[in-house]
Antibody, heavy 116, light 107 residues
Framework: EEQLVESGGGSVQPGGSLRLSCTAS????????MNWVRQRPGKGLEWISY????????YYADSVKGRFTISRDNAKNSLYLQMNSLRAEDTATYYC?????????WGRGTLVTVSS | SYELTQSLSVSVAPGQTARITCGGS??????VHWYQQRPGQAPVLVIY???SRPSGIPERFSGSNSGNTATLTISGAQAGDEADYYC??????????FGAGTKLTVL
């Protein structure tokens, strides 16, 4: 069964850092482009970052550019999101999603809360 | 930047047809994808490339795309279809764009 499992969420103070992970199973992770999508409480979906299968191409939404870094380790079937200089508005559930567009598979998400 | 416009909410009686629209400039020139998100759950792809259905998605779900409007149609709506529905496109400048979402109520 294809599965994506996010981890690493939690509570952090403004200005702090957090690293999210997404572990894939049930499919050939190295063959797929991957993304991070977030959802603020009670709000809609917001794409924040994309990485190609070989990590040669990376995109970020303007809202996180310069603060967040996406990466992957195909040997470990894992996707990462390093989040620095966190702000209150970064509070959200973060999902990893498979594909370039559309997203055929999603994880259950991990909650990040930025608060003092 | 490219923007998608969705109605905030749509209501439908059980067994009737629900239509959820997604507006965008010349959206017919783009591939539109639709996701269903039930409360507390992750999104699920229900329509891709305007009108294709992933395996496991009921035939009740269909899509179309013309001019400046893409439409997700749910025929014979059921209580289990109550969810938020998001349209999404890939734009060369904005990259990935989601609509704000439409809440479907089946009552």
């Amino acid at each position: 069964e294809e599965q994506l499992v996010e981890s690493g969420g939690g509570s952090v103070q403004p200005g702090g850092s957090l690293r999210l992970s997404c572990t894939a199973s049930g499919f050939t992770f190295s063959s797929f482009e991957m993304n991070w999508v977030r959802q603020r409480p009670g709000k809609g979906l917001e794409w924040i970052s994309y990485i190609s299968s070989s990590d040669s191409t990376i995109y970020y939404a303007d809202s996180v550019k310069g603060r967040f870094t996406i990466s992957r380790d195909n040997a470990k079937n894992s996707l990462y999101l390093q989040m620095n200089s966190l702000r209150a508005e970064d509070t959200a559930t973060y999902y990893c999603a498979r594909g370039r567009s559309p997203y055929s598979s999603w994880g259950r998400g991990t909650l990040v809360t930025v608060s003092s | 930047s490219y923007e998608l416009t969705q109605s905030l909410s749509v209501s439908v009686a059980p067994g009737q047809t629900a239509r959820i629209t997604c507006g965008g400039s010349n959206i017919a020139g783009k591939n539109v994808h639709w996701y269903q998100q039930r409360p507390g759950q992750a999104p699920v792809l229900v329509i891709y490339r305007d009108s294709s259905r992933p395996s496991g998605i009921p035939e009740r779900f269909s899509g179309s795309n013309s001019g400046n409007t893409a439409t997700l149609t749910i025929s014979g709506a059921q209580a289990g279809d109550e969810a938020d529905y998001y349209c999404q496109v890939w734009d060369t400048s904005t990259r990935v764009v989601f609509g704000a979402g439409t809440k479907l109520t089946v009552l």
